[in-house]
């Protein structure tokens, strides 16, 4: 990860303009720009990471911009740090919610203490660069809350709330593994898994089905699709966890042996 921030910010601010003079003089490339969807896209890409400075009634007066900032944490995995005063900070993250907030500072709050603490973090972020990819799409705020906390310590998680999102973030992005919801309103994931699939530069992204129905039938139904497994929902985090070092273990087993990747080789060890 570079060390690139793009701090966003209503006007300019003393605080800001010595964090971004020390992260400089520490090598970071730092960029500014005001709360203006035009402006934040002319010149987004530039940086890895968005710092995100609020005030008071910055959730009221620029929800779409925070929108904007969110989908591009979700969608582009462009990390977001947070800073203002308490209050402030939890009104904007109702908007921000699904966003890899890697940093929150709570005014007030000194200049060396925030450069430190964002230094301590990119090295934290650097080590995450190299781990599997796994992209989660599912309907349920909740369940994708929880399957990030479990998920987290050991991958670097992507998560969508629908097809239309998951894929606009595959049309620029190649997960190492799909985690998809089975039942989900407009688009289903069989229908997602067909699309995945017909699409030559997707169709060999591995996919796991998530279910929350264990009964024959619908278990027949998951494996007629022929993806790479499938997850009950009410598995927990050791299983979970267990199931997809075993499914990587295999995955690059055939690989390395240049084998093909047949999904019920490796189903039955994702029965919960």
């Known amino acids: 990860m570079d060390k690139g921030i793009l701090f966003v910010q209503e006007s300019s601010s003393f605080l800001i303009n010595a964090i971004m003079s020390t992260l400089e003089k520490e090598g970071f490339v730092c960029g500014t720009t005001s709360y203006d969807v035009d402006k ?30 969110k989908d591009q944490a979700c969608f582009n995995d462009k990390k977001c740090m947070i800073m203002g005063m308490p209050n402030d ?40 660069v190299n781990r599997r990819t796994i992209l989660v799409v599912d309907d349920s705020g909740t369940f994708l809350h929880a399957i ?34 089975y039942e989900m309103p407009v688009c289903s994931g069989p229908k997602l898994l067909e699309m995945i699939r017909s699409d030559p530069s997707n169709a060999n992204i591995p996919v796991i089905f998530l279910t929350g129905k264990g009964d024959r039938e619908s278990v027949q139904s998951v494996l007629s ?11 927990t985090r050791p299983n979970m966890l267990k199931a997809l070092e075993d ?7 055939q690989h390395v ?11 039955s060890g994702y029965l919960n």
């Open 247 to 253: 499914f990587f273990t295999k995955y690059d087993e």
């Open 148 to 181: 990030r906390t479990w998920l987290d310590p050991v991958y670097k998680v992507i998560m969508v709330n629908s097809a239309t999102n998951a894929i606009s973030y595959l049309a620029t992005n190649t997960p190492d593994l799909i985690l998809l919801d």
């Open 89 to 128: 900070i939890e009104d904007c993250m109702e908007i921000l919610t699904d966003a890899s907030i890697i940093a929150r500072f709570e005014r007030p709050i000194n200049t060396r203490d925030v450069v430190d603490s964002i230094m301590v973090t990119f090295e934290d972020v650097v080590e995450k």
């Open 225 to 235: 699709l022929r993806p790479q497994g499938y997850l009950l929902k009410t598995i």
């Open 40 to 69: 934040i896209s002319n010149i987004v890409d530039k940086y890895d990471c968005l710092f995100i400075n609020v005030e008071k009634d910055t959730a009221f007066h620029h929800s779409a911009e925070l929108v904007f900032l």
């Open 257 to 267: 042996n240049d084998q093909p990747f047949d999904a019920l080789d490796v189903l």
